[in-house]
Nanobody, 124 residues
Framework: QVQLVESGGGLVQAGASLRLSCAAS????????MGWFRQAPGKEREFVAT????????YNADSVKGRFTISRDNAKDTVDLQMNSLRSEDTAVYYCAASRSTAAVSLRRLYDYWGQGTQVTVSS
């Protein structure tokens, strides 16, 4: 079992930056690939970014490439999402998730544990 708690959400203006953090507890954090997903009102939960167990490989959704960066610290059991040049369409609840996969994965169904989410609102 892995427990995930997100933090760092808030209300910002378009063009601003925000850094989300996810703290993990429970089983060995370094055994899991990690990902960030988001869900806007009335929409499906969508993939944002993923990072493999060691942190050596990452993959971003096309919609956030060049703006968002995922990173992890296996010593601190945390995974972060640095979000730059935010747009109004980035407004959503952002979720941290853990996957037993050894690789960075973008498929929602491959994730085993989820946090409660943190709200990000970008005003235009």
């Amino acid at each position: 079992q892995v427990q995930l708690v997100e933090s760092g959400g808030g209300l910002v203006q378009a063009g601003a930056s925000l850094r989300l953090s996810c703290a993990a507890s429970g089983r060995a954090f370094s055994n899991y690939a990690m990902g960030w997903f988001r869900q806007a009102p009335g929409k499906e939960r969508e993939f944002v970014a993923t990072i493999n167990q060691s942190g050596g490989r990452t993959y971003n959704a096309d919609s956030v490439k060049g703006r968002f960066t995922i990173s992890r610290d296996n010593a601190k059991d945390t995974v972060d999402l640095q979000m730059n040049s935010l747009r109004s369409e980035d407004t959503a609840v952002y979720y941290c998730a853990a996957s037993r996969s050894t690789a960075a994965v973008s498929l929602r169904r491959l994730y085993d544990y989820w946090g409660q989410g943190t709200q990000v609102t970008v005003s235009s």
